[in-house]
């Protein structure tokens, strides 16, 4: 019988860094020995598919993009089968995967996906949309299963308070797990990566799988 492979979402506000987030984790899974592939939603476009691409980390059919000319939130929550059948073609070329990301476009803090389309998602909202956000209780930022708290370095730039959201946003997760990352220095991917290993592979996050 064929496996199939684990489906992470990964969601959040217009770019609050979710390809960007993509793009450094991505090898870091694979240099645990993590068989990878990307879906990547955009609305008009296969913009992050093509950034992927480029970034040459990981072969270009196993990234693929889906435009979905809606509302991003339809094409991962209210229907998602155009995601389900980029899912579907990649297992049939690749079945070997272990992970497949599926990279909603750009959103609302309402945005979240379907179970029938990921089996956990992660949520990335960006420090310079102010320190509020973790008060406005998204539903995006309340339910998904980790939360990325991106950007951290604009913080003083853009008059946010970082220990603010570090007080307040384990409020509104109720303990659900929070990453504090800077993508741009790698900062807080390791716990991203940790939580991907043990919570979405049920892997030991220090084995490398041969
Ligand atoms: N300073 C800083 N910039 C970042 C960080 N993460 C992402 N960026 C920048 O933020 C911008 C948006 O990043 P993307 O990765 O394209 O964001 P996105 O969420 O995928 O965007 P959409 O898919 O268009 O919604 C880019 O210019 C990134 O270089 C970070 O941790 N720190
Ligand atoms: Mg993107």
């Known amino acids: 019988m064929q496996k199939s492979a ?29 068989e990878v592939a990307v879906v990547a939603n955009d609305l008009l476009t296969t ?24 509302c991003p939130h339809t094409a991962i929550r209210e229907d998602p089968s155009m995601n389900l059948l980029a899912i579907k073609d990649l297992e049939l070329l690749y079945p070997e995967l272990d992970l497949i990301f599926v990279e909603s476009g750009g959103d609302n803090l309402a945005s979240s996906f379907s179970y029938d389309l990921v089996d956990s998602y992660i949520f990335v909202i960006d420090v310079g ?18 939360v990325v708290i991106n950007k951290i370095d604009i913080a003083p730039y853009v008059g946010a308070d970082l220990e603010l959201i570090r007080k307040e946003a384990p409020l509104y997760r109720r303990g659900k797990p929070i990453a504090y990352t800077n993508c741009k220095t790698k900062e807080g991917l390791n716990e991203v990566v940790n939580f991907i290993m043990e919570t979405v592979l049920f892997r030991s996050a220090t084995a490398k799988v041969s």
Do not use: C, N, W, Y
């Not at 598919?49 to 990234?63: C, N, T, V």
């Open 6 to 34: 684990a489906r992470l979402g990964v969601g959040g506000p217009v770019g609050s860094g979710k390809t960007a987030l993509l793009e450094s984790i991505i090898p870091m899974l694979m240099e645990k020995g993590i």
């Open 47 to 70: 913009e992050d598919a093509e950034r992927l691409k480029r970034g040459g980390f990981l072969h270009p059919e196993r990234i693929v993009g889906v435009e979905t000319g809606s």
């Open 129 to 146: 949309a102010g320190d509020d956000i973790p008060r406005k209780k998204g539903p995006g930022f309340v339910q998904a299963d980790l």
